[in-house]
């Protein structure tokens, strides 16, 4: 058996409205296109074969942060507080769960020797212990890092890079 791909995303559950800081306005995260997107994405991945879909839960930071771009831009006197606009900040949610439970799965499918290879779609490199596990024990381990750069230390921890999913707008190949 091979397992083809684990896939973890961050705004799955944002259902929630909030109100931005700087105009009051009312926003609705489950009208954005980037949550339609997830959502018709995750769809998708639900039918393929050999794909094990592990989403973690959104905790709600309650509370709305500055870009990091503008931030430095403040910091650095290139524009004051009046300067910032309702895309300059966003809601704080952060991701949890997630990465235990794909490496729980990663160290189970390899202990009992359920797989050959595993192809885990993410960049992140907190993956690190269980792709050592896996290639400890002789699992070719890929990473699809989703069109995303990678840091470097990783690459000495997997077997290779590919990618398995079509960059959007791309369309040849």
């Known amino acids: ?3 083809t791909g684990y896939f973890s995303t961050t705004a799955y559950l944002i259902i929630k409205k909030q109100h931005n800081p700087l105009t ?7 009208s954005t296109d980037q ?3 997830q959502r018709e ?3 998708e991945l639900k039918k393929k074969r050999k794909i094990a879909l592990r989403l973690g839960i959104l905790e709600d930071r309650k509370r709305w942060i500055i870009r990091p771009s503008k931030t430095k831009e403040l910091l650095t006197r290139k524009i004051v507080i009046d300067d910032l606009t309702e ?3 966003q809601f704080d949610f952060i991701q949890k ?18 797989v050959e ?17 896996a290639r400890r024990e002789g699992i070719d381990f890929l990473l699809d890092p989703m069109w995303n750069p ?3 230390h990783l690459f000495e921890h997997i077997d290779g890079l590919v990618s398995k999913i079509r960059k959007p707008g791309n369309h040849h190949g």
Not at 99 to 108: C, E, N, P, R, V
Not at 117 to 133: E, M, N, R, T, Y
């Open 1 to 3: 058996m091979i397992c």
């Open 24 to 30: 009051g306005k009312s926003v609705d995260f489950s």
């Open 35 to 37: 949550y339609k997107f």
């Open 41 to 43: 994405f995750l769809e």
């Open 87 to 89: 895309d300059d900040v």
């Open 97 to 114: 769960r997630v990465d235990i439970k794909i490496g729980l799965d990663i160290a189970s499918m390899t202990l009992k020797k359920q």
């Open 117 to 133: 290879q595993i192809i885990l779609i993410s960049g992140d490199s907190d993956f690190v212990p269980a792709a050592k596990l």
């Open 150 to 152: 990678i840091k470097p």
